[in-house]
């Protein structure tokens, strides 16, 4: 129903995997939703913003929601909403102090890995000990064909914080040795900092393998790591973990597998 694929993550990244779509037939109707659904004995036939399609399968992906309903919260006193869930701050505490909640409940990020670390914070603070949930380095991998995947700030959330004080580097696959060995060379990586101090803010990647190598951003983002860090490094050869640092010195204008750009000279 909305206008774009994957609205929450990066513009490009999304306009992307629409392109790579469409180049393999795979029809998009974005700003829509089914009307209607006949069956034909043989398959399906889709009526949808005034356009039908004849299908083998449907499916159908609604979204979810939390489950809180009999658990008999209301009789504890733990405050919940239906569709957000179970209200926790960042030690994952609920409105009763003893008592905890984490993962999908929670009304905070719906991915196993976040669910995991919020159980191993919740459990540190029922201890008594004092630990809280960073949702600034959460990865957010996308298994799709292209693969895709962000962590920190896309490059519009960037620009709203930061104004004109963002720089951006995109490193193309088909400038990596390693994915032209393989083959893989659809899609990029892209840096994204602020330029007062250097730090990094984002890091949003389209192509081959980039679910694992988004681990990479999301230890530079926890330790808050500027661009320099990250470009300066030294990457293995060939790999394609070297596009995240390449990316980085496309950033900086200081590219060593990508001619540079020019800088429009002052004028008086």
């Known amino acids: 129903m909305l206008p774009t694929l994957i609205p929450q993550e990066d513009a490009d990244a999304a306009k992307e995997l629409a392109k790579q779509f469409q180049k393999r037939g795979i029809e998009l109707h974005l700003e829509?939703?089914?009307?209607?659904v006949e069956d034909t004995g043989s398959g399906l036939r889709v009526h949808h913003g005034g356009n039908t399609t004849e299908a083998d399968l449907m499916l159908v992906a609604t979204g979810r929601g939390p489950t809180t309903e009999n658990l008999g919260l209301e009789d504890i006193g733990v405050e919940f909403d239906k569709r957000k869930g179970i209200a926790a701050d960042e030690h994952r505490r609920t409105t009763q102090p003893h008592i905890y909640a984490v993962g999908d409940c929670a009304g905070y990020w719906q991915l196993a890995h976040?669910?995991?670390?919020?159980?191993?914070?919740?459990?540190?603070?029922?201890?008594?000990?004092?630990?809280?949930?960073?949702?600034?380095?959460?990865?957010?991998?996308?298994?799709?064909?292209?693969?895709?995947?962000?962590?920190?700030?896309?490059?519009?959330?960037?620009?709203?914080?930061?104004?004109?004080?963002?720089?951006?580097?995109?490193?193309?696959?088909?400038?990596?040795?390693?994915?032209?060995?393989?083959?893989?060379?659809?899609?990029?990586?892209?840096?994204?900092?602020?330029?007062?101090?250097?730090?990094?803010?984002?890091?949003?990647?389209?192509?081959p393998h980039v679910t694992d190598l988004i681990e990479a951003g999301t230890v530079a983002l926890d330790a808050e790591a500027t661009v320099e860090t990250v470009a300066d490094g030294m990457a293995a050869h060939p790999t394609l973990s070297e596009a995240i640092k390449e990316a980085g010195l496309v950033a900086l204008g200081r590219a060593i597998h990508l001619p540079n750009k020019r800088k429009t000279p002052a004028r008086a």
């Open 32 to 36: 829509t939703s089914a009307d209607k």
């Open 114 to 207: 976040t669910a995991f670390r919020e159980g191993e914070v919740a459990a540190e603070n029922a201890m008594g000990h004092d630990a809280t949930v960073d949702n600034r380095g959460v990865p957010r991998p996308i298994y799709t064909d292209p693969e895709i995947a962000g962590v920190g700030l896309t490059e519009a959330e960037a620009r709203e914080q930061y104004g004109d004080d963002v720089s951006v580097g995109v490193f193309p696959w088909i400038a990596n040795a390693r994915a032209v060995m393989q083959n893989e060379t659809v899609g990029w990586v892209k840096s994204i900092h602020e330029t007062r101090y250097g730090e990094l803010l984002g890091l949003i990647m389209v192509g």
